[in-house]
């Protein structure tokens, strides 16, 4: 009897999330602590003595969960589909077997089930091999009809103002508050500020002016400000950025500043993170706080003119006095949209993972990238493609996007995001939300 080698090779990568309605009950308690596993069985040329396929998922103190496809069913319809799984780690043990039921080959691996999320295996059966890989649903974005959401106005303060990027966006009491870097430079003469904007949708802002620029803290920063991360702790919202002080050298540092109101910022007179500790040019700080400790993911650059080529952690119990965890990701540059470097942008905790939203630039073109880790120290990507590109921004016409600013909001993520725009050249900020 012919038999079959098996090769399992596990590739965990995450490319999107499915997520459920609000039902009211038990029964929705109960359905949101479950997932569903779905077996994709591609290109199968099996064994001809194969007559079943089953699929047994086993978790110390559940029972076992089975099911079974016949041959021919997967050669026709080549999907299994199993619902309804506890969240948590399970084991999964796929066998081909013969018509008296008997195991010709089989493999193991194991999938770490989520609440409402799809996990998908691809499977390759052929006579003498067996492989397996994981992955998950791609997030699909819906795009703003009216974009860009933001962009420079024809008189005022900010109308020569070349970008408008780097958004990060908190929600309090109803009502968002977004911070952003804008930059007055279309004359020549470099100077930077982080601007703030408020609004009741997250989409018709309202703009307040600049809140942070040259003079507002020390030397270190006496061109200004960008990159802003901003996070609401217990009523006061904590602000880390990037220090500028010479056109030459746009990434001086991360600093940090305090306010109650998101207008009036008390700024530490020095960098809590000087480049110094970084060991290079720090780039686009993305910050969240969980359990009590806050995690400062930053890219970092040999060089101010460079692009980040890792991406580096920092931990702290106050957000003022740091600790490095060292890099924690890099870019992969065999990817052409990531060839010149990573930037984080956007770390938050959804779903049980730390989800990074990140850019990945290719010279002067930018493209969000997306990443997740169970501790915030090993990240795996969700795959070789960018979760979006300049692309998928129809029907606003741009030329590279990148620079998100991402939340859960309403049982849905929604992402504000910069982008080049094609008419007129400048970078303005887009709005996108998941869709199913």
């Known amino acids: 009897m012919k038999r079959c080698i098996v090769a399992l090779f596990l590739l965990l990568f995450v490319t999107g999330l499915n997520h459920r309605s609000t039902v009211l009950g038990q029964n929705s308690l109960l359905q949101s602590n479950r997932g569903t596993v779905v077996l994709n069985f591609g290109k199968s040329a099996m064994a001809g003595e194969v007559q079943t396929i089953t699929v047994i998922l086993t978790r110390p103190e559940y ?5 079974s496809v016949s041959a021919k069913a997967v050669l026709e319809q080549p999907i299994l589909r199993i619902d309804g799984v506890p969240a948590g780690d399970w084991t999964v043990t796929v066998r081909a077997e013969n018509r008296s039921r008997v195991s010709i080959c089989s493999g193991t691996s ?22 397996f890989s994981w992955g998950r649903e791609r997030i699909k974005w819906k795009m703003h009809p009216g974009n860009p959401v933001l962009q420079q106005s024809e008189e005022g303060w900010d109308s020569e103002h070349y970008y408008f990027d780097d958004p ?3 929600k309090r009491d109803g009502m968002y508050h977004m911070w952003y870097s804008s930059a007055e430079n279309l004359r020549g003469g470099e100077t930077f500020c982080i601007a703030y904007a408020t609004s009741k949708d997250g989409i018709t802002w309202t703009k307040h002016g600049s809140v942070i620029g040259p003079g507002s803290g020390g030397a270190w920063m006496g061109k200004g400000a960008i990159c802003p991360a901003v996070i609401d702790d217990q009523g006061l919202f904590k602000m880390w950025f990037v220090g500028t002080n010479n056109p030459s050298n746009y990434h001086n540092g991360i600093g940090y500043a305090s306010s109650r109101d998101g207008m009036t910022w008390r700024i530490e007179p020095e960098p809590v993170v000087p480049t110094s500790m970084a060991g290079g040019s720090t780039w686009h700080p ?47 540059t065999e990817r052409s949209w990531q060839s010149s470097g990573i930037a984080p942008c956007e770390v938050i ?13 290719e010279g002067e073109n930018f493209s969000i ?33 990148g620079f998100p600013a991402v939340m859960r909001d309403e049982g849905k993520l929604k992402m504000w995001f910069s982008a080049l725009t094609a008419d007129p050249r400048r970078y ?7 869709t199913k």
């Open 168 to 170: 990060t966006v908190v």
């Open 369 to 401: 990238g997306y990443a997740e880790s169970r501790e915030g120290m090993s990240w795996s990507e969700t795959d070789n493609l960018p979760l979006l590109s300049f692309a998928d921004t129809a029907p606003w016409a741009t030329r590279t996007v």
């Open 63 to 67: 029972q076992p969960i089975k099911k």
């Open 349 to 361: 905790y959804d779903a049980n993972r730390f989800k990074m939203f990140f850019t990945g630039f």
């Open 110 to 131: 194991s999938i770490s089930v989520e609440p409402n999320i799809k996990s998908i295996g691809e499977i390759s059966l052929v006579p003498a091999t067996f492989s």
């Open 428 to 434: 303005q900020i887009g709005y996108a939300e998941e």
């Open 286 to 332: 993305a910050v969240l706080k969980r359990e009590s400790l806050y995690y400062l993911f930053t890219g970092i650059a040999n060089s101010p003119v460079s692009s980040p080529m890792n991406i580096c952690l920092f931990t702290s119990t106050d957000g003022r006095n740091w600790q490095s965890r060292g890099n924690v990701c890099s870019a992969k």
